[in-house]
């Protein structure tokens, strides 16, 4: 959650600031709080699109019924120079990005800390601090059209970062400026770091780190400013550009396309609205209410959507739209949750905790007691991560990401999130309880699917020894009586990797991790890990 203060003088030129209005913000879904200063708005993190007091005006001038439905956005055709050529070499590192041109800006200090706020609050929230997201916004007097996007190695990239004086190369910038301190982690992994350059080989900014001091810079006379956003997921970053140049036509900025150069040309930003099915059984069902047809063609407009004949036309900056349920949700925002009268059901019954529950709870305090962090991962892995697992996945028919396959072991979900703190404290001692899912040969689900759970524990750096100990105390805390037998999996060391075995039956594997699978996972220390299936431990306890 984003708290965000919007100045008190500057909200008011959009909206009046009474008693009834602050109570109508809160109704809106973004908790308000009102001084003689400032109005502090809290903005969850489904929300990027409200983090700009343009963007949040009009979405709540919607709300309110000043206005409704999707504005309309004029969007420029490019001029002959609105080009962006993506060099080849960028397609290990930052592979992709999505730019466009704004002009007639008329920037004071208020909308240029507006503007530099959103940048910084869109990379920590949709851009997952920098990693999937990286936003550029520089004065187009002080470069020179069409764009480079390229790759270079370190002593090719030559330029004066934002806040120095002196001239350095791309590592110096990860090595001496606070920023590129900050962010190193992101580029250290590669050889050759991604740039913007211009038609006079001026390097506008080493993406997702900083911009030049000579031309990444916006102030009080700039009236016209180029955007770029970069990252490995083009669907993101369009929504992300959608999101700044319609705030900065809130500012009376003229929006202008630009030609990305990619195999297949590509012209951003598009506007153009999703669109969704909605069924008014399924939010009826949902909400306990008795709405019409006519009552979503009222509804939906003041959340900013346009509805026809079961349709949703979904604005193009809106980012958190990813199933009917999530157009459900602003349906009850729209008629107001304070409009919803509870009811008591008719069945009364006695809550009891299952005994799956009791175990699992069980199994927690142990690891806990050990020292071990419990964490919790996406039931979904990437199609890359697929890639690397090399087995029978069940892949979704439709995904609005790119995780797009349903896990069949913890493992996958393990290694990612040691990876991504791989630059974190050591010794790191971690375990989850969660479900995998196969496919259900035996028919019995309605959905085709078996779905189980599985406990895994990992301890980096760790050797089998020590995760073997684990193991011992767990059993032994829980009375269960288990063996082990060599066996041989590939993402495992040979002779370092057995099967658990209960009842003459395999529910598990323990060993330490291949350094193969180390190195395609960027993991610098010895891995050992354990995962086993808890259903047979549940079974068993069950029974006793």
Excluded at 52 to 78: C, H, V
Aim: glycine letters at 4%; proline letters at 5%; a neutral charge.
């Amino acid at each position: 959650m984003a708290k965000i203060k919007f100045p008190r003088k500057e909200a008011e030129k959009h909206f009046k600031l009474t008693a009834e209005n602050v109570e109508k913000i809160s109704m809106f879904g973004t908790p308000a709080e009102l001084n003689d200063d400032f109005l502090e708005v809290e903005i969850f993190p489904n929300r990027p699109d409200l983090i700009s007091l343009e963007n949040f005006a009009r979405a709540f001038k919607a709300f309110t019924g000043k206005s409704s439905g999707i504005k309309n956005y004029k969007i420029n055709k490019p001029e002959k120079d609105f080009k962006v050529k993506i060099g080849s070499s960028v397609k290990e590192v930052r592979p992709f990005t999505a730019c466009a041109i704004i002009k007639g800006l008329k920037f004071d200090d208020e909308k240029i800390k507006s503007v530099i706020d959103l940048q910084e609050k869109l990379h920590t929230t949709i851009g997952r601090n920098r990693k999937k997201v990286a936003i550029g916004i520089y004065p187009l007097e002080k470069i020179k059209l069409p764009i480079k996007y390229e790759a270079r190695t370190s002593s090719d990239i030559k330029f004066i970062p934002l806040e120095m004086s002196q001239e350095i190369n791309g590592l110096e910038i990860l090595q001496r400026h606070p920023t590129g301190r900050e962010y190193a982690h992101l580029l250290s992994d590669y050889k050759k770091f991604p740039v913007f350059v211009d038609s006079n080989n001026k390097i506008l900014s080493m993406p997702p780190i900083i911009n030049s001091n000579e031309t990444g810079k916006i102030t009080q006379e700039t009236k016209d400013v180029f955007i770029e956003c970069s990252g490995s997921d083009l669907e993101v970053l369009k929504k992300t550009l959608n999101i700044i140049v319609v705030t900065l036509s809130e500012m009376n900025g003229k929006i202008f396309a630009m030609e990305l150069d990619y195999d297949k040309p590509l012209i951003t930003p598009d506007l153009t609205p999703d669109k969704i099915s909605v069924s008014l059984d399924n939010v009826n069902k949902l909400l306990g209410l008795e709405l019409k047809e006519k009552d979503l063609s009222n509804l939906l407009p003041k959340m900013e959507y346009e509805y026809k004949n079961g349709k949703v036309s979904i604005p193009a900056w809106r980012s958190d739209i990813l199933h009917e349920v999530d157009i459900i949700e602003d349906i009850a925002i729209a008629y107001g949750y304070e409009s919803l009268i509870p009811k008591i059901h008719k069945v009364a019954t006695i809550g009891e905790e299952t005994k799956k529950s009791k175990i699992k709870t069980k199994i927690s305090e142990i690891l806990a007691g050990l020292g071990l962090i419990e964490i919790s991962s996406y039931h979904l892995i990437k199609a890359e991560e697929a890639e690397k697992n090399k087995s029978s996945l069940i892949e979704l028919e439709i995904s609005k990401t790119d995780y797009k396959f349903l896990r069949n072991s913890l493992l996958i979900p393990n290694l990612r999130i040691l990876s991504e703190n791989k630059d974190n404290d050591y010794p790191q001692r971690l375990y989850e309880i969660g479900p995998i899912f196969s496919s259900d040969k035996r028919n019995k689900s309605e959905t085709g699917l078996l779905e189980t759970e599985n406990l895994i524990i990992s301890l980096t750096p760790g050797n089998f020894t020590e995760i073997k100990q684990i193991l011992d105390y767990i059993t032994k805390a829980l009375r269960i009586k288990y063996t082990i037998k060599e066996t041989a999996q590939k993402e495992f060391i040979d002779g370092r990797a057995a099967g658990i075995l209960i009842n003459d039956k395999i529910i598990g594997h323990i060993g330490e991790i291949h350094p193969e699978t180390l190195i395609s996972w960027n993991l610098r220390m010895p891995l050992a890990v354990m995962e086993i299936s808890l259903e047979e431990i549940y079974n068993i306890l069950s029974e006793n």
